[in-house]
């Protein structure tokens, strides 16, 4: 399979030996043929998957005239799923910001000249690894586009997560998963244990990502259930060149309850900031 037969259900796999034991990454290219274009680069939410952001990446690259990279991290999708009884520490999103991510790119090899120019688009725990790889590797990306990030521990975070651990095993929603994950239980587990580890609840990345140097946009929801607009607040105040956009009506997937108004906003700050 070559990555010019890659189509939205097409995906190939990478293995990478950023850890203790290598990993294999599953990833995807949209448009391949746009050799000379910049990269449109798609960083998943806690309990999302390539196939999980389904037809949205394709028609964001489609507005923006990029070539787009997905791929779902270690323990997500057709991913090397999480070992039996491994707990991610209070730093898992630093580690796939500052390990797995430039891992990835290297295996790819997308240089730094391809990563100068590269757009990156996250979702939730996918916003925050955005984050933390702007502050980490500042020159390496031409700016970021940030959906309903995490920046700081909110009780209402906490309540929603709770939450959805109650409705994981209790209700379908497992099964609705299981479409999109090798193992449902890896992903979940992952990420829900690492939240609610107490730990967790004194986590705050807000100093750190006042380093970023790149165009940054921010959107979030007014009906986020996971988080309130200080995340967006407390990002304005760390990094002041920061745009914001707080969308009515929208919970906490905003491509998801707010398509139009978010490819509008990404595509107006895309081509405000592309050299």
Request: proline share 5%.
């Amino acid at each position: 399979m070559t990555d010019s037969a890659a189509s939205i259900d097409t995906t190939l796999t990478v293995e990478l030996n950023f850890a203790a034991y290598p990993v294999r990454v599953e990833y995807q290219w949209l448009y391949p043929e746009r050799a000379d274009a910049p990269i449109a680069l798609f960083l998943h939410e806690g309990l999302g998957s390539i196939a999980l952001w389904k037809d949205w990446p394709r028609t964001l690259c489609d507005r923006l005239g990029c070539r787009g990279l997905l791929y779902s991290r270690p323990g997500y999708g057709r991913s090397t799923p999480r070992p039996s009884g491994e707990k991610w520490s209070v730093e898992f999103l630093h580690t796939q910001a500052h390990e797995v991510l430039p891992a990835l790119l290297d295996a790819l090899r997308i240089g730094s000249e391809e990563r100068a120019r590269m757009w990156i688009i996250g979702h939730s725990d996918g916003g925050t690894i955005a984050l933390l790889y702007a502050s980490g590797f500042p020159e390496a990306l031409a700016g970021l586009a940030v959906l309903a990030p995490h920046v700081f521990v909110e009780p209402m975070t906490v309540e929603g997560i709770e939450k959805a651990r109650v409705t994981y095993e209790t209700t379908a929603f497992k099964d609705t998963l299981k479409a999109y994950h090798d193992d449902v239980d890896s992903a979940f587990y992952g990420w829900n244990d690492a939240w609610l580890n107490p730990a967790f609840l004194h986590w705050d990345i807000t100093a750190e990502i006042s380093s970023i140097k790149r165009p940054l946009l921010a959107i979030q929801g007014y009906d986020d259930e996971y988080a309130s607009m200080l995340q967006l607040d407390k990002i304005k105040a760390a990094v002041d060149h920061a745009q914001l956009v707080k969308l009515t009506g929208c919970r906490h997937s905003p491509h998801r309850d707010a398509t139009d108004a978010v490819n509008d906003a990404i595509a107006a700050f895309v081509q405000t900031h592309r050299s």
